[in-house]
């Protein structure tokens, strides 16, 4: 994908659209856009410093909202807290795995929409259990381990079912702006 400016102010718009619906109030925990993404940034983006910045800005924008709602006293939730380093490190992970979609099919993107949040949901679960952040002290035993991924289930259902909507709407509609807007004489052939 070329990185026009109609590109760049695309990638820009999403990522502040995404990062503010992540902290609409109310929203279906674990259901955002930034999974899917990730590995969409790391699937069609060729530059790969735009393929990490799509979803870590997003991220990290909706992160300060949330951390100033915080401070107003409008959340319970804080937008930075110990351990927030690693969600940065695990969409680095997935968007790395998206490089490994050279040509997106209904397959490979439904097959990685259930393998990211997966690997997400493990790897994350396993770092709040065994860093103790984020609010839920486990014991650092097989049996607390196994109550942080239990605690985490609800998150990961909405997770899954998000990415499989969201990378839905963004390889859809990148395939559509591809061969139908970017290239209109082929939908007339």
Known sequence: MKL?????FSFL??????????????????????????????SVIKDKKWAFALPILSIFISDLLYQGMYSLG????????NGQLTNYILFALITALGFLIRKPSFFNIALMSVVAPTIYFFLSNFAV?????GGLQRPRTFEGLMQAIT???????????????????LFGGYSILKNYVLKPDLANK
Request: aromatic content about 20%; hydrophobic content about 55%; cysteine-free.
């Open 4 to 8: 026009d400016k109609l590109t760049i």
């Open 13 to 42: 718009a999403l990522i502040v659209i995404a990062a503010v619906y992540r902290i609409i109030p109310d929203r279906a925990p674990g259901f955002a856009p930034q999974i899917a993404m990730a590995f969409f940034g790391g």
């Open 74 to 81: 409008w959340t319970i939730i804080p937008g930075f807290y």
């Open 129 to 133: 259990w065994f860093s103790g952040v």
């Open 151 to 169: 605690d985490g289930l609800p998150f990961y259902r909405n997770s899954i079912v998000a990415t499989l909507f969201f990378a839905g709407l």
